[in-house]
């Protein structure tokens, strides 16, 4: 199994929603996706990061993609507020893999909101 999910975006700032489906490093993972997969775009990736940050401040990653290279010195933390549509289909995304949500670093509330549909 991959390590990233990615998710196309048509109606966002962001071309892409990417999803780490691990603890370790986003860098590392997206450093390792890279390498193996190419983007065909150039603009910004928005990356999901809570299974390596927790829910919090520095669960989202900005980054930039020029001609299909990720720009690793473009690397920032954004907030995205808890009921904007990117940050639903962040969760959407994860609840897709709850075997991973159930042994991750989340709380038990987190993962009970996240299991009912609410959008954490």
Not at 13 to 22: E, Q
Not at 33 to 57: M, P, R, T, W
Not at 73 to 93: G, H, M, P, S, Y
């Amino acid at each position: 199994m991959e390590n990233i999910s990615v998710e196309l975006l048509h109606d966002s700032t962001y071309f892409a929603l990417l999803t780490t489906l691990s603890y370790e490093s986003p860098i590392t993972l997206l450093r390792s996706y890279s390498e193996k997969n190419e983007f065909d775009f150039s603009g910004k990736l928005l990356v999901d990061c809570i299974l390596h940050s927790g829910n919090n401040e520095d669960r989202f990653i900005e980054i930039c993609c020029k001609d299909g290279v990720l720009d690793f010195d473009t690397f920032t933390f954004v907030q995205v507020e808890r009921k904007t549509d990117l940050r639903v289909r962040a969760n959407n995304i994860l609840r897709g893999y709850p075997c991973i949500i159930k042994n991750s670093i989340l709380n038990s509330a987190q993962k009970k909101l996240l299991f009912s549909g609410i959008s954490i």
